[in-house]
Structures are given as structure tokens and as C-alpha cells.
């Protein structure tokens, strides 16, 4: 589902390099605080070239799912225009909303215009969401038994599926609410959060050490955002030349090269789990990802946890559940961009957060509490969504996204402090919970986010953002709480210790 999603869905690949290279030097896993060196970690070997493929692969699948979702996302108003006002003349690139001026008032068949389509992004939140969360619990407990290239043919088919489907109802001009039935089959596919599970999962399979599984990921997180921000400018420009048909024949087309590399890729030789697939495999699964809340095991990490996940949640609403309502409004006046803009708009988004705010990352860690730049990032966060929702100039609108720089910086950061309590055979738990609760978030986000625009399109449609705004403020109070509670911790613990070297200390 949705474009951009996956600027923020990096945020997933992205804590991955910074957690592993901690594990590297000896200050994450628990495997090595205990002395074992990282390098131990061995996965079995896969010697054929052909498994670098995966990275092409990769790339490929969000190309294509990010030239899709731009299209069908941009698609939408200009479907609800023509059908609410037939002579309507606008071009397909232009913004609809704002070109529908055939009758009555521009301002009045503009807001007529998003308001429909907001009641569907509703609908679609719900039915395309709820069988892209419950397949990808169980696609993920599910690769180890049919193994990764057969479980990531999947998605890439469901995408296949939806677009053929909407390119014919795209052809007869069906109405929007026939999109339906194409957007609940891409869900039970999975959806690029699928896409992105099984090829973090096999490049790290295909990996020997812990080194070299760092610079895996980090080649992947390259071509995750290189496929993400490549699509979303390369719809935009298609749909200029040659209208929303041909961009989403694009998509088709890179789909099926890369159903070909998938047949490409060399099964992972890692012993499969043979034991019969059952459902109860799936709620313990999930089980186990969410034991980290409520376990007593963890009784003394509990409350750090859930100001973790807490915050976590709140990130992931506001930067993935916002996306389809951001189209329609930066689509409507005063913006009126047009497809091109629009593919811009992301992809300068997808620069500051996750390319300019990961180099920020490295450099912050050297000085500063991990707890520190989720601040930093929340403050950021709450003042780029402020000054959005009053914007009223195209300009304004894109500095928005260099004010916000750091606003994906609390999900990776949360990430990182989560792992550094979680002994290493439990990471992929606790990675799959997160993923889950990703998955659950980009879908309410856009449910609240839809519904919400709807109601306040017609007083003030900045709203919106002023209530992201208001969460990511939530979310700054709980990483100050966190940081005056680790801070704490860390001076009782230093007390502690002193006190004891002072017993110790002969007396003469």
C-alpha cells in the first residue's frame, strides 16, 4: 500500500547497520559483553554469485510498488472529478482537485472532490489493512518452512494481480469504489512491507559473520531507498508524458523482470523447519514478540520498554499513516502541485529523513545519548508539522521537509536502545513485534488521518497536521521521561559502585 510508506519503512532496514555495528564493538549483544567475539555468528555458506541478485531484486520490487502506489494515489481525485463533473478538462498530471472548476466554484467541487476521496481512503485503510496484518504474521512464520524465494513470489504476483485489475478498471473508467477489491487482494499479498521482510531476511541468511551482515544491510538499505524514491519521481513524470495507464504498465513491467531474478536466486541453504505449519505457530510467534511488555523476566526493562514501544507507535503513525491525506492535501489549493511536484515532495523528504538524518546519526552518537537525538528528533518532528499545517505557499510547503529532518530519528533510535537489552537470540523476537506494530500503524495512521481530514476539510484542513504535531509533542515528553529515568539509573548505579570501592578499600 502506500507510496511513501517506505521512506519510513527504511526506518525498519535502517536501525539494523547501527545496531549490528554496536554488536561489532562490543557494546550491544550479550554474546559478546560476555567475551564470545562477534564473529562467531556463522551463517551457512552460499557460494553461488547469484545471491547477490537479492539487491537487485530488492530495488526492483519498491521500484515498482513505489511507481504503483504514486499512480493509483494520484489517480484517485482525478477518478472522483471525472465522475462528479464529466466535462471536467484537466490534464492528468495536473491536480484535479484544483482544476475541477467546471461548476460551481473551484474551491467548492475541490473540497467536494477531497472529501470523497478521503471517505475511500477510509474504507481501503480498512479492508486492504486488515489482510496485509494478519498475512504478514503469517508469511513471517511462515519462510523458514517454504523458504524465502518461494514466500517472496507473493507479494510481487498480489502486486501484479492489483495492477492488471486496475488498469482494466482504469480502461472501462470504472468508479473509485471498485479500486476496492484490486487493494484487498494486494493486501492478503502483503504489500512491500513482505517485499522488505524477505530480503532483509535472506540477505542476512546469505551472510557468514556478523561484518559482513552489516555491510549486507547496509547495501540494502541503499537499494530500498534508492527503489523508493526512484519510483516515486519516475510516476510522476510518466503519468506527464503519457497518463496513469502507462505508469502503471511501467510497474507491471518491472515486476515481471523481476519475477525472472527471483527464479534467479539460489534457494538458502539453511536447514528448513519441517515440522507441519499450524495457526497456533502464528500466535506464538507473536506471542513471543510481545513478551518484552508484559513478561516477568523482564520485570526490571519493562517500563523502559513500553516508553520505547509507545514512542515507536507514535513515530510510525505520524510518518507512514500520513501519506495518502499529505497527496490530497498538497494536491489541493494553495499547493496545487502537480504529479512531478508531488514525486519531489517525497523524494526531498526521503533526502533529509533518511539520508541526511542517518549521516546526523553517526556524528550525534559520538557526543550524545541515544536518548538525546530521539529529542532532537521529536522537537524537529513538532515544529516541521506546525508550520505544514499553516503552509500557504509551495515553498513554505517544501522547507516543511527540511525542518523535519530528524523526524524519523526516534524510530531508529528507539530501536537501537530496545536492542541493546535484548540478548542476541531474542532480536529477531523483538524486530518482529516492531514489524508488526509498524504494519498495524501505517494502516490506523491513515484510518484517523482520512477521517479526520473529511471532518475538517471545510474549517481548517491543516488540522490534521496540528494533531501529528500534537502526538509527536507526547512523544518528546516521553523521551525526556526516558532520558531523566536512564539518567537516574546511571548515577545510582555510579553511587553504587563507589561506595563499594570505598568498602573495599584496607583500613590500616
Known amino acids: 500500500m502506500y507510496i511513501f510508506l517506505f521512506c519510513a519503512v527504511k526506518c525498519v532496514a535502517t536501525p539494523t547497520i547501527f545496531i549490528l555495528k554496536m554488536n561489532s564493538n562490543g557494546k550491544v549483544s550479550a554474546k559478546e559483553e560476555n567475551g564470545s567475539p562477534s564473529d562467531d555468528i556463522v551463517s551457512p555458506k552460499n557460494t553461488s554469485k547469484r545471491k547477490y541478485l537479492i539487491g537487485p531484486v530488492t530495488f526492483l520490487g519498491l521500484l515498482g510498488y513505489a511507481t504503483y502506489a504514486s499512480t493509483i494515489f494520484l489517480y484517485y481525485p482525478y477518478n472522483v472529478g471525472k465522475a462528479l463533473f464529466p466535462n471536467i478538462s484537466v490534464a492528468s498530471e495536473n491536480s484535479a482537485v484544483c482544476g475541477s472548476n467546471t461548476n460551481g466554484t473551484g474551491v467548492e467541487n475541490g473540497q467536494l472532490i477531497q472529501s470523497d476521496v478521503a471517505t475511500f481512503l477510509v474504507y481501503s485503510a480498512v479492508l486492504e489493512g486488515i489482510p496485509c496484518i494478519l498475512s504478514n504474521l503469517v508469511y513471517g512464520s511462515s519462510s523458514d518452512r517454504f523458504g524465502i524465494k518461494k514466500m517472496l513470489l507473493i507479494p510481487i504476483i498480489g502486486l501484479m494481480l492489483t495492477e492488471g485489475l486496475i488498469l482494466v478498471f482504469m480502461h472501462y473508467q470504472f468508479t473509485l469504489l471498485y479500486f476496492l477489491i484490486p487493494l484487498v487482494i494486494n493486501g492478503f499479498g502483503g504489500e512491500a512491507f513482505a517485499i522488505i521482510q524477505f530480503t532483509l531476511s535472506y540477505a542476512s541468511k546469505i551472510t557468514n559473520t556478523n ?298
Open 211 to 508: 561484518k559482513e551482515r552489516t555491510i549486507a544491510m547496509a547495501i540494502m538499505e541503499i537499494c530500498i531507498g534508492m527503489g523508493l524514491l526512484l519510483g516515486s519521481i519516475t510516476a510522476g513524470y510518466i503519468i506527464r508524458l503519457s497518463g496513469f495507464m502507462w505508469s502503471l504498465i511501467t510497474s507491471l513491467l518491472i515486476n515481471i523482470v523481476n519475477i525472472v531474478l527471483i527464479f534467479s536466486l539460489p534457494e538458502n541453504t539453511e536447514k528448513r523447519n519441517n515440522e507441519p505449519w499450524r495457526v497456533i505457530h502464528v500466535f506464538n510467534s507473536f506471542k513471543d514478540s510481545l513478551q518484552f511488555y508484559y513478561s516477568k523476566k523482564y520485570a526490571g526493562l519493562r517500563l523502559k520498554f513500553i516508553l520505547c514501544i509507545s514512542i515507536f507507535i507514535i513515530g510510525c503513525v505520524v510518518l507512514i499513516g500520513r501519506n495518502n491525506t499529505e497527496i490530497l492535501y498538497t494536491i489541493s489549493p494553495p499547493f496545487c502541485l502537480n504529479s512531478i511536484q508531488v514525486g519531489w515532495f517525497h523524494a526531498t523528504r526521503g533526502v533529509m529523513q533518511h539520508g541526511i538524518a542517518m549521516i546526523l546519526i553517526r556524528l550525534f552518537m559520538m557526543c550524545m545519548r541515544a536518548e538525546s537525538i530521539a529529542m532532537i528528533g521529536a522537537v524537529s518532528g513538532t515544529i516541521s508539522l506546525i508550520v505544514e499545517g499553516f503552509a500557504n505557499s509551495t515553498v513554505v510547503l517544501f522547507l516543511t521537509q527540511v525542518i523535519g529532518f530528524g523526524t524519523s530519528l526516534g524510530v531508529v533510535m528507539v530501536r537501537v536502545i530496545m536492542s541493546r537489552e535484548i540478548p542476541a537470540e531474542n532480536q529477531g523476537a523483538l524486530f518482529g513485534g516492531m514489524s508488526a506494530f509498524q504494519t498495524a500503524c501505517t494502516f490506523f495512521g491513515s484510518l484517523i488521518f482520512s477521517t479526520m481530514y473529511r471532518s475538517t476539510l471545510y474549517y481548517f484542513k491543516g488540522t490534521i497536521f496540528l494533531l501529528m504535531a500534537g502526538m509527536f509533542f507526547i512523544s518528546l515528553v516521553l523521551t525526556i521521561f526516558l532520558f531523566i529515568r536512564e539518567k537516574s539509573k546511571a548515577r545510582t548505579y555510579k553511587l553504587r559502585q563507589s561506595t563499594a570501592n570505598i568498602e573495599m578499600k584496607p583500613k590500616f
